[in-house]
């Protein structure tokens, strides 16, 4: 029979102790289940699919200074020279690179702007027929961009008439699923959906709508290019390594900057979140070593105090068992009130994170894992110290001190 009450009384004799644990272990428990929670959470945002093959893409941005150059022409010659480049898969100028956090966004609407209504938020990308293949995206429905629906001007005056639009937008946009062959308005200006495609994300992972993603072809001759390159994954650092000094050879008046991977741009965008997630595993790591070794040190102690009484109960034929599970319960006693105040702390604590960083809510099941880690974390931290108390001989034990 486990002689719960007799240890429970000799708790409350010798009590700072066991309360500076037990409050220990409250914190604990309240910290470690809420950061579980955001690492977690983390955790799948960062290693969320994306949609493209991130180990095949890189990008660059291309600044030309010849005042007489034909942009047009030249960003053509331009694509077809790194589309023959050996292991380039394909190659588009875009007005901004998916996952880099820099892009596009505006509304699709109904009806044009002028006759008011909701729009549907969506991040855009402007590029030629190109763009699908090179980011490696494909078509669920509908078909791909011919070559003379694509734009290539100077100006914004002229708008494309067609759109490609991400499965989710198209739910949103139209929630029957009959987007394909669709009119929307991006502000006044109709264009056609004549495709849909497989999900990707925008350049904003944390975006609002990161899956509402439209493709517009649309190719702005400026002297500032952003130019997305697909290529065999095993290749591709050997590419990016000569891409500069095979641009600059097909025009020497323009400068090459931002040579980078698409993963390594994801990366940079989500810095904040890496960051926060190694200091949050930390803070775990650490709350339960500190915890592990206060149960530690305070049976240590306990056992040093009462090295007589543990003397007389083994002379009195007390079994190694007995000491060592008269530890255990005493540890779980204070674990259990622990992890009781503890799990309300966490409760309330995510109730507060809610509120006031809109973050999501505290899954309960974190509390309840947390709780019977640290309760057989608490156990282990027990042991040896239990056992060697144990081992102590009844001779030397109740010898005077």
């Known amino acids: 029979m486990l002689e719960i009450k007799p240890i429970f009384n000799s708790l409350l004799r010798s009590k700072a102790g066991a309360v500076m644990l037990l409050i220990q272990i409250a914190i604990t428990t309240a910290i470690v289940s809420n950061a579980s929670f955001i690492a977690n959470d983390r955790i799948e945002f960062l290693t969320q699919e994306t949609g493209y093959p991130e180990d095949e893409i890189f990008s660059f941005t291309t600044m030309t200074f010849d005042k007489e150059l034909d942009l047009s022409q030249k960003f053509e010659e331009t694509e077809t020279m790194l589309r023959n480049v050996p292991g380039v898969k394909n190659a588009a100028l875009f007005n901004a690179v998916p996952l880099s956090g820099s892009g596009s966004g505006g509304g699709l609407r109904l009806t044009p702007a002028t006759e008011g209504g909701q729009d549907v938020r969506t991040s855009y990308f402007l590029s030629d027929e190109n763009a699908l293949d090179t980011l490696g995206i494909s078509l669920i429905e509908g078909r791909n961009f011919r070559p003379d629906e694509v734009i290539i001007s100077e100006s914004r005056d002229v708008f494309p008439e067609v759109v490609v639009v991400t499965k989710?937008?198209?739910?949103?946009?139209?929630?029957?699923?009959?987007?394909?062959?669709?009119?929307?308005?991006?502000?006044?200006?109709?264009?056609?959906?004549?495709?849909?495609?497989?999900?990707?994300?925008?350049?904003?992972?944390?975006?609002?709508?990161?899956?509402?993603?439209?493709?517009?072809?649309?190719?702005?001759?400026?002297?500032?290019?952003?130019?997305?390159?697909?290529?065999?994954?095993?290749?591709?650092?050997?590419?990016?390594?000569?891409?500069?000094?095979?641009?600059?050879?097909?025009?020497?008046?323009?400068?090459?900057?931002?040579?980078?991977?698409?993963?390594?741009?994801?990366?940079?965008?989500?810095?904040?979140?890496?960051?926060?997630?190694?200091?949050?595993?930390?803070?775990?790591?650490?709350?339960?070593?500190?915890?592990?070794?206060?149960?530690?040190?305070?049976?240590?102690?306990?056992?040093?105090?009462?090295?007589?009484?543990?003397?007389?109960?083994?002379?009195?034929?007390?079994?190694?068992?007995?000491?060592?599970?008269?530890?255990?319960?005493?540890?779980?006693?204070?674990?259990?009130?622990?992890?009781?105040?503890?799990?309300?702390?966490?409760?309330?604590?995510?109730?507060?994170?809610?509120?006031?960083?809109?973050?999501?809510?505290?899954?309960?099941?974190?509390?309840?894992?947390?709780?019977?880690?640290?309760?057989?974390?608490?156990?282990?931290?027990?042991?040896?110290?239990?056992?060697?108390?144990?081992?102590?001989?009844?001779?030397?034990?109740?010898?005077?001190?």
């Open 168 to 401: 989710a937008l198209g739910l949103e946009l139209f929630p029957e699923g009959n987007a394909l062959g669709q009119t929307v308005f991006f502000g006044v200006s109709p264009m056609k959906i004549i495709g849909i495609t497989e999900p990707m994300k925008s350049a904003w992972l944390k975006d609002s709508r990161p899956d509402n993603v439209s493709i517009m072809p649309f190719v702005g001759a400026s002297m500032f290019q952003k130019i997305i390159v697909r290529t065999e994954p095993e290749q591709r650092s050997a590419i990016m390594r000569q891409v500069e000094d095979l641009m600059i050879q097909d025009h020497n008046k323009r400068v090459i900057i931002g040579v980078q991977g698409m993963d390594d741009d994801k990366r940079e965008y989500n810095s904040s979140d890496i960051l926060m997630l190694r200091m949050l595993i930390t803070l775990i790591v650490v709350l339960v070593l500190i915890t592990g070794l206060g149960i530690f040190g305070l049976t240590v102690f306990n056992i040093n105090k009462r090295t007589k009484q543990i003397g007389t109960r083994r002379a009195l034929g007390a079994r190694k068992l007995d000491i060592v599970r008269y530890f255990l319960i005493e540890n779980a006693i204070i674990c259990v009130f622990g992890i009781a105040l503890g799990a309300v702390a966490a409760i309330l604590m995510g109730q507060m994170l809610l509120e006031s960083y809109s973050m999501p809510a505290l899954n309960s099941i974190y509390v309840a894992v947390t709780a019977i880690f640290i309760f057989i974390a608490s156990l282990l931290s027990v042991v040896m110290p239990a056992t060697k108390a144990a081992n102590i001989s009844p001779s030397i034990a109740t010898r005077s001190i």
